[in-house]
């Protein structure tokens, strides 16, 4: 599997943001896209998911299900949580997994859904798993959004600032769930100011060059 984008323009509010750029990620592997605030980042993340048209040029999912999307192959987790306040922490979880189809797993994806315990549990969220996301802090909401990687099977997780509010700890956490993700053939694109502890290729955008690891 390898996620492909070729000769890509993106326009925002009349603006070009870039043009002409090109990139791939092989299954394995990790690209972290860089860049100064307004390059880019969360609208070529937003392409890639299907949530924006590109201006030109166009990013393809080789090897993967020919009756999907890619956006149906991709977790997509932006700046916002996606989380109902009113519900548990279990019950935006049941939602989620239902909503992602859960059940989909291919026969052959090296890693399939984890149970939303067990979920929580990774993220160390196994005490409030029953609590109003309400009443949860920025980090812990932030973590039960990052559990969504988990309790469905999706090959590509496209994450845009993940380890945002996350403290030193949880971020420990996520870097290892993301290692494990990367090591059973998944693939990660994340936009990002700080490092994420992967290794991977480092696309910058304002210079759009490609940096191998």
Do not use: C
Not at 80 to 95: M, Q, S, V
Not at 100 to 128: F, N, Q, S, W, Y
């Amino acid at each position: 599997m390898r996620l492909v984008g070729a000769n890509i323009a993106i326009e925002r509010g009349g603006r070009r943001l870039f043009s002409d750029l090109s990139f791939a990620a092989a299954a394995g592997e990790a690209l972290i896209v860089t860049g100064p605030n307004g390059a880019g980042k969360s609208s070529l993340l937003r392409a890639i998911a299907g949530l924006l048209r590109v201006a030109a040029g166009a990013v393809v999912l080789e090897g993967g299900d020919d009756e999907l999307r890619l956006g149906e192959q991709a977790h997509y987790l932006g700046h916002a949580d996606a989380l109902k306040g009113a519900l548990t922490a279990r019950e935006n979880l049941e939602f989620w997994a239902a909503m992602l189809g859960a059940e989909k797993t291919p026969a052959d994806a090296r890693t399939g859904p984890m149970p939303i315990g067990a979920a929580l549990d990774r993220l160390g969220l196994a005490h409030v798993v029953d609590f109003p996301v309400n009443f949860l802090s920025a980090g812990q909401r932030r973590r039960v959004a990052l559990a969504r990687l988990l309790v469905a099977y999706r090959p590509l997780w496209l994450l845009d600032e993940p380890t945002s509010a996350l403290d030193a700890a949880a971020q420990a956490r996520l870097g290892e769930i993301m290692r494990a993700h990367l090591a059973g053939g998944g693939m990660i694109v994340a936009a990002t100011h700080a490092p994420l502890g992967l290794d991977g290729r480092e696309l910058k955008l304002g210079a759009q060059e490609l940096i191998g690891s």
